[in-house]
């Protein structure tokens, strides 16, 4: 591949000039870089240049090819389209003006198969591709994101100063933003953070729902109570957001009173619970976090079935202890999001061959992101302890903690039981965890069953390697199942 342009002076070129390329190529371009920009809609960058730019080294182009020309060799282009097709149709665009060696980073919510693919597919062209996860919304991409990049690891030094540059800072000033790993790694660890943004969503929604249920509080009392959540162990983006939600009025009153209880998605989460099915990790909290938003888009549905069915009449639940309760119930359910997160990413790094650094993806998540909490620095320090860490439950701070706080995990649980309030996600943080905690569970009767209608086999319980099968009915015979997959 050898290009007939020339080369410029421009750092880094960003294409697509939606909310986040805008505000990506601000951040760059107010820690000193010179940045190139291209939109497919020509007027959308004469309009961002006309009025953001401000005097910044920020330069528009009218054509993908005089943005190519106008950056300096290794070319550096970050790609801010709507993934999926969009992705691939810029990228054919741009080979045959770009020279080997040039990057190209993707900065989307790409699935990271594509991901994979396109990584390859780009490598046999001598171009060095980046899936870099992307999180903050919009306040993050102008004031410091949290970076997850992957890929080929020959682009890091050549992009590592621009990201580590904008990204995120923690309180001692390291960059939340690190090499991930090869091919869709980076993308891979987006996805489960999106996975893990789910769960703390619905989590903080179900004890928005027990308060405002069973215990009769308003906006008012709920917004103080989740103010002084923030100011503890669960000091979080998103327990800070709500406190202010809650709080929040207009002339017509309270905002949230207002907002149909439909939620959207956009396909992260479901994504992970996908992966985490096919490699075989007990994602629950995060999967029933996505079925319920499923269910509440069945509006229509609820409102009549509220008419058909019955249930308890909830009781009224009042006092201090009861908050108390709560917030162990949301910060126990919490960690068991986080621990299943983690084994995701761990069954995922030894299926996929990725080398991941599970201390620095806590600390990648410490700041600019959605997900970023105090409760991360707590993470990075177990991994810290044991890299080698099967299950953050194991850690002894998570184990302590936990064990503190299971009393009112469970009184929650069962207050939510008896009185009809739904607590999806935290219950099944909490079957998890007594599954988890338990040297044996009932599966034995399951595997009973699969041998008795398919003769699928059984193992011993004393740890034999051999398989065995029963002659259940009495004219089965020996034959047994040739495809037994556990």
């Known amino acids: 591949m050898t290009s007939k342009n020339t080369t410029g002076t421009n750092h880094i070129g960003v294409i697509g000039l939606a909310v986040m390329g805008q505000n990506l190529i601000l951040n760059m371009a107010d820690h000193g870089f010179k940045v190139a920009c291209w939109n497919r ?32 060799s290794p070319r550096k282009i970050m790609l801010m389209v709507q993934a999926g097709r969009a992705v691939d149709a810029v990228i054919d665009s741009l080979i045959p003006l770009l020279d080997k060696g040039d990057v190209l980073i993707d900065g989307g919510n790409s699935h990271f198969p594509d991901t994979n693919r396109r990584a390859d597919y780009l490598a046999d062209k001598g171009l060095l591709f980046v899936g870099a996860g992307v999180s903050g919304g919009e306040e993050g991409a102008r004031n410091g994101p949290s970076l997850m990049p992957g890929g080929h690891a020959d682009a890091w030094p050549l992009i590592q100063n621009i990201f580590q540059s904008i990204a995120a800072k923690t309180a001692d000033g390291t960059p939340c933003c690190d090499w991930v790993g090869d091919a869709g790694a980076g993308h891979f660890v987006k996805m489960v953070h999106n996975g893990i943004e789910y769960g703390d969503m619905q989590l903080i929604a179900e004890a928005y729902d027990f308060m405002q249920t069973l215990m009769g509080m308003d906006n008012e009392a709920m917004a103080s109570v989740f103010r002084n959540w923030d100011k503890g162990e669960l000091d979080s983006y998103l327990i800070e957001i709500t406190a202010e939600i809650l ?5 017509d009153g ?13 396909g992260t989460g479901k994504w992970t619970g996908i992966n985490a099915l096919e490699l075989g990790v007990p994602l629950t909290l995060i999967g029933e976090a996505v079925f319920a938003r499923a269910l509440s888009a069945l509006k229509n549905e609820r409102v009549a079935a509220s008419t058909v069915l019955q249930g308890p009449s909830p009781a009224a639940l009042a006092g201090e202890e009861w908050i108390q309760a709560l917030g162990d119930a949301l910060f126990s359910a919490k960690i068991v999001s986080y621990a299943q997160g983690y084994m995701l990413m761990r ?13 620095g993806i806590a600390q990648m998540w410490r700041g600019g992101c959605i997900i970023r909490s105090a409760f991360l620095d707590d993470i990075k320090a177990a991994f810290d302890r044991n890299p080698e860490l099967a299950n953050l439950l194991l850690d002894d701070w998570f184990r302590d903690r936990v064990a503190a706080a299971q009393d009112g995990w469970r009184r929650i649980i069962a207050a939510g039981v008896t009185n009809g309030v739904p607590m999806p996600a935290t219950s099944a943080a909490l079957a998890f965890f007594d599954g988890y905690r338990n040297a044996r569970v009932p599966a034995n009767m399951i595997q009973a069953q699969r041998d008795y209608f398919g003769a699928h086999t059984w193992q011993h319980i004393d740890g034999s390697p051999e398989w065995h099968h029963t ?16």
Request: proline share 0%; hydrophobic share 35%; glycine share 10%.
């Open 254 to 266: 309270f905002v949230i009173d207002r907002i149909l209880d439909k939620a959207g998605q956009k």
């Open 41 to 72: 809609t020509t007027s959308v960058t004469k309009e961002f240049v006309s009025r953001r730019v401000e005097g910044r080294s920020i330069e528009g182009a009218e054509s993908l090819e005089a943005f190519v020309s106008s950056l300096e």
């Open 347 to 359: 069954e995922a790094a030894t299926e996929y061959g990725w080398t991941l650094n599970y201390g």
């Open 247 to 251: 709080a929040y009025k207009d002339k």
């Open 471 to 486: 002659d259940w009915i009495g004219s089965g015979g020996e034959v047994s199942s040739s495809s037994y997959n556990a």
